[in-house]
């Protein structure tokens, strides 16, 4: 039996340990199709190259099926892989990541690992981004289980409409880690510190770092159990319109109903 | 009494048309305080730069406060505005915009000023982003109005927490415009296709345009509701977690309960 072809992305860029190591977890039983920016571009977002060109590259790795190498972001290649690489075998799910460092909370709109997974999934394609906490792992042993279960699952038993996984998971050895919670995004923040590195005539250098705050610790999230040492599953949508807001929005400003409603009349 | 203190940004860069409209629109009422990328950064979503230094400049323009210019992305600028240019008076909403073009649909992942506007709702102020659906109006004019009412409706009457409205105004002459409805983000994609402009050995150029697809016409959402000629006000929310999927993940993919429970019970 054909393995199913897997689109495999990232933002850490085509030669990151954590991208090496989720082909070869996901090898076994995908056929991987590997399309990665070929620089770091982490805190991207969902951020598309429209200004200039896309520069598109091939890589070849011993052993593995021709990479694809982007000067662009994630959602740069995903985009390219959806409108160019595949034929009639359209992949039946995309992975990204694996990314170094933690996306929980309110990173869902600056992660790059996420964007990709989004990506994918606004192109059709069910999709799941994994993120461990380290910047710098030694390996990734301690994740490969827990990838190739939650892969699997999701190739058995698919994921409903417009919906991604993000998959975020504790850097400790594999008997240290708890287990699997499924917990809803923490209603988070980026508490920011610009730190002035230099001043020239008119104008202010500054270089950016934050830490991530949470607003509300009255339910368990994402961010507080991996802190504890679970994995954590949050399922994504796409939709943000906020409907329980619709109705009394509504009252507060549509106009122009009654002109709409005379007309309706008229016609009918 | 005091004008509200209003932080504005937007995403076409600080002298754009837009932007300079939205400040003339707004000052009569509100204590502006403008802060913008210097270059144009459509479709940078919520991309934040980590990997150099943030340059700040000072613009001091007729009539009005000093703006800053930064050599950054849109939540490059409201992070900024918010670590380092309010004391105690902080500002009680954010605009964003007008941006030169509409931002209906998937484009609320994509789009700078919309990031702007959620930059603003992620750091605590509310917050509204404003498009028009040409990309070069001669005026603004004919969204000088609705602006003016939206935001007078959201200085007296707040919004919920963590929600920003999302506003879509057709570039048609104020008489033509049918009213303003609320309506949810369409569920849609854009269809891209790469054109192939350059050719070196291993290496393709391409430039990506896209166009977007509408693929759930079942119900009235803000996409076709603006080509009919309505302004399309949509409320968005920060928390992207699919709760209606969280119990069946649960029992396809956690472990560890009852290790846990075990644990809970020998500390019990």
Same mark, same amino acid.
């Given at each position: 039996?054909?393995?199913?072809?897997?689109?495999?992305?990232?933002?850490?860029?085509?030669?990151?340990?954590?991208?090496?190591?989720?082909?070869?977890?996901?090898?076994?039983?995908?056929?991987?199709?590997?399309?990665?920016?070929?620089?770091?571009?982490?805190?991207?977002?969902?951020?598309?190259?429209?200004?200039?060109?896309?520069?598109?590259?091939?890589?070849?790795?011993?052993?593995?099926?021709?990479?694809?190498?982007?000067?662009?972001?994630?959602?740069?290649?995903?985009?390219?892989?959806?409108?160019?690489?595949?034929?009639?075998?359209?992949?039946?799910?995309?992975?990204?990541?694996?990314? *170094?460092?933690?996306?929980?909370?309110?990173?869902?709109?600056?992660?790059?690992?996420?964007?990709?997974?989004?990506?994918?999934?606004?192109?059709?394609?069910?999709?799941?981004?994994?993120?461990?906490?380290? *910047?710098?792992?030694?390996?990734?042993?301690?994740?490969?289980?827990?990838?190739?279960?939650?892969?699997?699952?999701?190739?058995?038993?698919?994921?409903?409409?417009?919906?991604?996984?993000?998959?975020?998971?504790?850097?400790?050895?594999?008997?240290?880690?708890?287990?699997?919670?499924?917990?809803?995004?923490?209603?988070?923040?980026?508490?920011?510190?610009?730190?002035?590195?230099?001043?020239?005539?008119?104008?202010?250098?500054?270089?950016?770092?934050?830490?991530?705050?949470?607003?509300?610790?009255?339910?368990?999230?994402?961010?507080?159990?991996?802190?504890?040492?679970?994995?954590?599953?949050?399922?994504?949508?796409?939709?943000?319109?906020?409907?329980?807001?619709?109705?009394?929005?509504?009252?507060?400003?549509?106009?122009?109903?009654?002109?709409?409603?005379?007309?309706?009349?008229?016609?009918?």
């Amino acid at each position: 039996m054909k393995k199913p072809c897997v689109l495999v992305t990232n933002d850490d860029g085509i030669t990151a340990p954590g991208l090496i190591a989720l082909e070869k977890i996901l090898s076994p039983f995908c056929d991987c199709r590997v399309i990665c920016p070929i620089t770091e571009c982490s805190s991207v977002g969902q951020s598309v190259t429209l200004r200039k060109h896309i520069e598109v590259f091939k890589f070849q790795r011993p052993g593995t099926r021709t990479a694809y190498g982007i000067d662009g972001t994630p959602a740069d290649c995903v985009k390219f892989a959806i409108a160019e690489l595949f034929g009639s075998r359209k992949p039946v799910l995309a992975v990204s990541g694996i990314n *170094h460092g933690a996306n929980t909370g309110i990173s869902v709109y600056y992660s790059g690992t996420i964007a990709g997974a989004r990506e994918a999934l606004i192109g059709g394609i069910p999709s799941v981004a994994f993120s461990v906490t380290s *910047h710098q792992p030694k390996n990734f042993v301690f994740a490969a289980n827990i990838v190739k279960q939650i892969v699997m699952n999701c190739l058995k038993h698919g994921l409903p409409q417009n919906t991604l996984l993000n998959v975020n998971i504790p850097a400790l050895s594999a008997s240290k880690i708890k287990g699997i919670k499924v917990l809803p995004q923490a209603d988070s923040k980026f508490v920011e510190k610009f730190v002035k590195e230099g001043e020239e005539p008119g104008k202010l250098k500054y270089r950016l770092t934050g830490e991530i705050f949470i607003n509300d610790r009255s339910i368990e999230t994402d961010e507080e159990a991996l802190k504890k040492g679970w994995v954590a599953v949050t399922p994504l949508q796409l939709d943000l319109t906020r409907y329980d807001f619709m109705k009394e929005l509504s009252k507060r400003l549509e106009t122009g109903k009654k002109r709409h409603n005379k007309k309706l009349f008229q016609k009918g």
